[in-house]
């Protein structure tokens, strides 16, 4: 059987998605499987595989029942929560619990970085890649650890069966220039194994064919071949809008992520602004610790829906709030401290949840804001993926505040982004 479907893997926060997409494209079925249960302070890495390859498994139950097989699969790509990373040996065994894209702070580290790091460099402050990087080697006190990856490296490596290849995307956070192709001359003074860190190569790059035993046990070819990955709100964006200039894509899921399609290269890592290279061109954006995450925390999908049906969304909230679930914020105010501001709370859920819904709407629009006042684009077009493109009602908030209707999209999971990737490869 010749293979000639791409199969698209999301790592997510909550679970896994895979999606396969013919060659023209088209989606021929999505599966979702739930991540197996971790201790927020004891994250195994190897739990994210084992989920991987039950979704590949049920994945390969949905495309017979549209008449489809693995085995026609050719391509796969994995994008994953940009930040999250580990530290394996070179079996592949993670020798450290995981460290969170949202695990914050690293003091210590921050201060040996400052020490070291130009005045204004992505990789400064407590809640930095690098910073969780150096965190993970102090787990390591053996030296056991071989490569340093990122959790969607870490899926990738276990697909061949071989580790120590990033891609330009997931690297960016850890202070990889994809101007230059270079890692920091200064990274080695701050301590860091820089034998640990990974080759780099664009995104979506083929690197090789999957490991025969891997292929076996999942049902695939041994001919298909692994690609470089991505982030999660890069293949977010891949899924939801062509690659035009003006073209914006929001993310509202556990947490806000944004990205507009640039020219232009546009950094400021000092508040959480930088830029993803795609191509020849740039995803200029970056990421809010707000989001669906604090809705979830507060009212379970039912009650969401009902509530939302409450509130009158072309009326602006009193409240002024700044949703979060614990302290510390990314962008686009970078500030580990920030804490959530959700008070006062009035007795009416309906009118609480307005107020949050109209803050994360506000954020979202500071986002925008802080990129427009530094050279960068206006959305001309604005997509949403993620759950909170289901709620109609905060569709018409966000419409409101922004100043700009959000577009429809056929699609906006991340695991089609990726599939779409590596698809035009």
């Known amino acids: 059987m010749t293979g000639h479907l791409s199969l698209g893997i999301d790592v997510g926060t909550s679970g896994v998605r895979t999606a396969v997409i013919d060659a023209g494209g088209r989606v021929l079925s999505t599966v979702k499987t739930t991540h197996l249960p971790q201790k927020p302070n004891d994250i195994d890495a190897s739990k994210w595989w084992t989920t991987v390859q039950d979704c590949i498994t049920a994945q390969g139950k949905a495309l017979k029942d549209a008449g489809y097989s693995l085995l026609e699969v ?34 210590a580290e921050a201060a040996d970085i400052a020490k070291h790091a130009p005045a204004t460099h992505i990789t400064k402050g407590s809640n930095s890649a690098l910073a969780r990087a150096l965190r993970l080697q102090t787990f390591d006190a053996d030296s056991q650890a071989t490569h340093l990856l990122h959790q969607a490296d870490f899926i990738i490596a276990h697909l061949r069966g071989q580790g120590g290849v990033s891609d330009e995307n997931n690297t960016l956070k850890l202070g990889y220039d994809p101007d230059t192709g270079t890692w920091p001359h200064w990274f080695a003074q701050t301590g860091l194994r820089t034998d640990l860190l990974p080759k780099v190569v664009p995104a979506g790059t083929a690197l090789g064919p999957i490991a025969p035993d891997v292929a076996t046990a999942l049902g695939l070819l041994p001919q298909t071949v692994i690609h470089a990955g991505t982030t999660d709100s890069i293949a977010a964006f891949l899924a939801t809008a062509s690659l035009e200039a003006g073209n914006a894509v929001t993310s509202l899921g ?5 990205k507009i399609l640039s020219p232009t290269r546009i950094d400021e890592p000092h508040m959480g602004l930088y830029s993803h290279k795609l191509g020849d061109v740039w995803l200029v954006g970056g990421a809010s610790n707000t989001g669906g995450g604090v809705l979830a925390s507060l009212f379970d999908a039912e009650t969401l829906t009902t509530l939302s049906d409450q509130i009158d969304p072309s009326q602006a909230s009193p409240l002024n709030y700044y949703p ?15 804490a959530p501001r959700m008070t006062p709370r009035p007795d009416n859920d309906a009118a609480f949840l307005h107020g949050l819904l109209e803050g994360v709407a506000r954020i979202e629009r500071q986002a925008y804001d802080a990129i427009a006042a ?49 698809n035009s490869d």
């Not at 556990?254 to 944004?258: D, G, Y």
């Not at 510390?328 to 401290?337: I, K, M, T």
């Open 74 to 107: 050719s391509r796969i790509g994995v994008d994953g929560t940009s930040g999250t990373m580990v530290l394996t040996d070179d079996t592949l065994h993670p020798v450290t619990p995981a460290l969170m894209y949202n695990s914050a702070g690293f003091t």
């Open 254 to 258: 556990t947490t806000l992520a944004i």
């Open 374 to 422: 530094r050279g960068g684009p206006r959305p001309t077009r604005l997509y949403t993926a993620g759950g909170g493109a289901q709620n109609p009602v905060w569709t018409a908030i966000r419409a409101r505040v922004l100043g700009i209707t959000p577009a429809h999209s056929d699609q906006t999971e991340a695991c089609i982004g990726i599939a779409r990737l590596i």
């Open 324 to 338: 979060l679930l614990k302290k510390g914020e990314r962008f686009p105010v970078n500030d580990p401290d920030l």
